[in-house]
């Protein structure tokens, strides 16, 4: 097995170079360990559900035999997005639960988020470490009880939640899904919806586009659909549907941060004072929303891990990191519901009268690059120099280094996977953020 595979919060690999089935059983197997221990049960339950690549189903078969051998029930939810197991393992009141996915990866990829009781995230600091140890070792004791296989489907439930909408089924959307697995969720959720439902098929090889909302080659197809039938806002799922990005009726892209500030604004009307949680890489309105609405704005780590922990242990009620990922507080729980952002986007849109654009216009007063991506060897050395080089501003270190300046501010970020480093610029100015970019370029090279 490559160890390779085991990153900060999940395993990832392209199958079956990197990732195997034989694999999926010491995986499966070292996570039934995991849990035994952790919940204290001789013959906890697991759920275990799948995204619709075509090697998840020969990854799922072993991965539950590793599971069963172990002496662990599993619950089998077949086709499943990973809000859906998350959501589940709460529901069900289960021990943990694995989603057998590669996320927003092309479909030669495939990989496993694993979390624990009321689907709290497991990272490398958490026990993804112990998992991957456990997993290598290959020292397993089959138990002399075989755990068993029993199906659920939480489906009804799940889209129970917010399906019920009449007063919203009138507004014209546009769902695109990348023929992946929240095609099966989208299609229920939004049944008897004015909804133009694009790439809802499911197919493995993800042909008309990667499960990626966040390359703008993905999103272009979903930018001339809602272009061309007149509708009010566009949504995008990525391969597992934990991510969500949004389209205005223009046609153009609203970053993940303007919705953060957005829906904060409007969560924070009924809860003065609570906590939220931003990424680093935010642009400044959302903390400055946060913070007029009443509310306590929180930088975080990037990683659904880590601002899930950061949200048990400081109580927040909603967090957003700029890939697309929205948490919500769940009752005594955190996990990821878009469902909970595009209703609210949704219902606001009905309630004021106003387009998406019309809503968002207020929080667009920054100039923000996004990521840049440059390929370096030696990261550390750069980071030091950026850092020297601007070290009268105000640095952090909470994920990467970002400094900041009363009229601009940086992020440079080492990737944990790649020799790559991601820089963001965001400037009161356009000007004034491409002049530090080409600053910051010239450092880089």
Not at 19 to 43: H, M, P, Q, R, T
Not at 279 to 306: C, L, Q, W, Y
Not at 395 to 414: C, E, K, P, T
Request: aromatic share 10%.
């Amino acid at each position: 097995m490559d160890p390779k595979i085991f990153k900060a919060y999940d395993i990832r690999g392209i199958y079956p170079d990197q990732l195997k089935e034989e694999d999926a059983y010491n995986i499966g197997a070292s996570f039934a360990v995991f849990i035994k221990k952790i919940s204290n049960k001789d013959n906890p339950k697991i759920i275990v559900g799948r995204d619709n690549r075509a090697s998840s189903e020969g990854i799922y078969k072993e991965l539950v035999r590793g599971i069963n051998d172990m002496g662990v029930d599993v619950v089998n939810t077949r086709l499943s997005t990973t809000p859906l197991m998350y959501f589940s393992v709460y529901y069900y009141g289960l021990d943990g639960g694995i989603i057998i996915t590669a996320s927003h990866n092309p479909s030669q990829y495939n990989g496993f988020k694993f979390v624990r009781e009321k689907a709290v995230a497991i990272s490398e600091d958490t026990g993804l470490r112990e998992i991957r140890d456990t997993a290598l070792a290959n020292n397993f004791v089959v138990s002399q009880k075989r755990g068993s296989i029993e199906e659920r489907d939480p489906k009804i439930a799940y889209v129970s939640l917010y399906k019920n909408r009449d007063d919203l089924k009138d507004i014209k959307i546009v769902v695109d899904t990348a023929n992946s697995v929240s095609g099966v969720i989208a299609s229920q959720m939004f049944e008897g919806f004015n909804i133009n439902h694009i790439f809802k098929e499911l197919n493995s090889s993800f042909p008309n586009h990667e499960p990626d909302p966040l390359k703008k080659e993905n999103i272009k197809f979903l930018q001339e659909e809602v272009i061309k039938n007149n509708a009010q806002m566009g949504i995008s799922f990525d391969g597992d549907g934990d991510r969500v990005a949004f389209v205005d009726e223009k046609g153009e892209v609203v970053t993940s941060d303007i919705i953060s500030a957005l829906i904060s604004s409007i969560i924070l009307k009924d809860n003065e004072g609570a906590k939220i949680f931003y990424d680093v890489r935010s642009s400044n309105i959302t903390r400055e929303t946060i913070e007029k609405m009443g509310g306590m704005a929180m930088p975080v780590r990037i990683g659904h891990s880590f601002i899930k922990q950061r949200m048990i242990e400081e109580d927040a009620i909603f967090a957003a990191e700029y890939s697309g990922h929205y948490f919500k507080k769940q009752e005594d729980t955190y996990f990821e519901d878009p469902f909970f952002v595009v209703f609210k986007i949704m219902e606001e849109m009905k309630i004021s009268g106003l387009s998406l654009s019309q809503l968002v216009e207020q929080f667009k007063i920054y100039f923000h690059s996004g990521e840049i991506n440059f390929e370096v060897k030696d990261k550390e050395m750069i980071l030091e120099a950026i850092k020297n080089k601007y070290s009268e501003g105000q640095i952090s270190l909470i994920d990467g280094v970002r400094i900041d300046f009363d009229d601009y501010w940086l992020l440079v970020r080492a990737s944990n996977t790649e020799p790559l480093l991601r820089l963001v610029v965001e400037a009161k100015t356009k000007e004034l953020m491409e002049e530090k970019i080409r600053e910051i370029q010239e450092i880089i090279k």
